[in-house]
């Protein structure tokens, strides 16, 4: 009977819990042992009572024959690596990682020898829909910068009525219909906004269109970026300097604009440069969901809000810790899922032949499997 462990989040900031109590009950009927560290999910909403009524052993992680007896860790960022040291020899920890930017994690595997998954790295295939983590994360991060657009701006979304005329909508810009993007596209829609959106994939237009919103089309030059994977190719730098001459106009008519362009181990790209933003009314908004990997709008820093000439500038990278309950329960359905194609009969198998596993699975009993994580040193 593998034996799961769940410890509180320890990133600074990090809400989210990787198991609830509903979790619990479906990993229990996986036949597995399942232990929470205690107050790990009360910044989500749910606490120690209600997982130990669904069958959960709550216990305190200072105690080290814990963290021994656990087989598979779920987490949802990287836990400290002192905590890791304190694994047990083959265990398997799971999280979204950082795969491409964790060198700490790339020394703890051999020493300990350890087995690891990456859910950022998860085959973009119909099987692994229910434990795509990134998308449901990205669902919330869509819907909550919209909202941080909205409060920060000094007009209204919707077109109003009035006594005293009539008040036009907000022009909302999308730069990037992944998940991300198209939530935002559709909160902003709600709330009463015209929105535009861009992307360099000319086959988001029909989804686009589909909420709602106008598509900005891409630069028509030869050199036209596609997808692999479900994930967005990274632009050469001629076709981004086309998209920004063309986006340039519509920014400098819009009122909030939100950046979710971001490609999975790479800088994200560059795509509101100074004079872009030079060219925005006193009073817009842009929110950088992409400015932990370097942002999309020049100037943004990370988990802060910089006024720029009188643009609002909103570096918001971490927004699903800020939605904790709902963003823990989808992320906890996700590692439920993921968990029905590792436990087989009461017993863990890393099976490299499924290519579900294969493709997130960045070490096995000390190996290093992924080739970034080894060449591991952040984002340049």
């Known amino acids: 009977m593998p034996r799961l462990l769940i410890p509180l989040e320890l990133a600074p900031g990090e809400k989210r819990v990787a198991a609830t109590p509903d979790s619990v009950k479906k990993i229990l009927a996986l036949g597995c042992e399942v232990s929470i560290e205690k107050g790990a999910g009360l910044q989500a909403g749910f606490v120690d009572q209600e997982y130990e009524a669904a069958g959960a052993n709550v216990v305190a ?60 790295l998860l085959p973009r295939i119909s099987r692994a829909q229910a434990a ?18 909205a409060a920060a701006l000094d007009r209204y979304f919707p077109m109003l009525m009035t006594a005293a005329g009539t008040v036009q909508p907000a022009k909302v810009i999308v730069l990037g219909a992944g998940v991300a993007g198209l939530q935002a596209v559709a909160t902003a829609r709600r709330l009463g906004a015209v929105v535009y959106v861009s992307d360099i994939r000319s086959a988001v237009k029909e989804q686009v269109e589909s909420l709602g919103a106008r598509f900005i089309e891409p630069p028509s030059i030869e050199e036209k970026p596609l997808e692999s994977g479900g994930y967005a190719k990274q632009a050469s730098e001629s076709f981004l300097i086309a998209q920004r001459q063309k986006l ?98 009461r017993q863990i198998n890393l099976n490299l032949e499924d290519e579900l596993i294969k493709g997130c699975l960045v070490a096995k009993s000390g190996q290093i499997l992924f080739e970034d994580l080894i060449n591991s040193g952040g984002f340049n």
Not at 261 to 282: T, Y
Not at 314 to 335: E, K, Q
């Open 61 to 120: 992680l200072s105690d080290l024959k814990e963290w021994r007896k656990a087989e598979i860790l779920l987490s949802v960022q990287t836990p400290l690596k002192s905590s890791l040291l304190n694994l047990s020899s083959d265990a398997l920890v799971v999280g979204l990682l950082s795969p491409y930017s964790n060198s700490e994690l790339s020394e703890v595997i051999p020493s300990r020898k350890l087995s690891a998954i990456a859910l950022e």
């Open 132 to 149: 795509d983590a990134l998308s449901s994360q990205a669902n919330i991060a869509g819907y909550k910068s919209v909202l941080l657009g």
């Open 248 to 345: 340039s106009d519509h920014l400098s008519e819009s009122d909030v604009a939100i950046c979710t362009a971001q490609v999975p181990g790479r800088n994200a790209p560059l795509l509101i440069d100074e004079s872009m933003l030079d060219r925005m009314r006193p009073g817009a908004v842009v929110v950088d969901l992409a400015v932990s990997q370097g942002g999309n709008c020049a100037g943004a820093k990370y988990g802060e809000t910089v006024e720029r000439k009188g643009v609002k500038l909103i570096g918001a990278s971490d927004l699903p810790s800020t939605v904790p309950n709902h963003a823990s329960s989808l992320y906890a359905r996700n590692l439920v899922s993921l968990l029905g194609f590792l436990i087989k009969d």
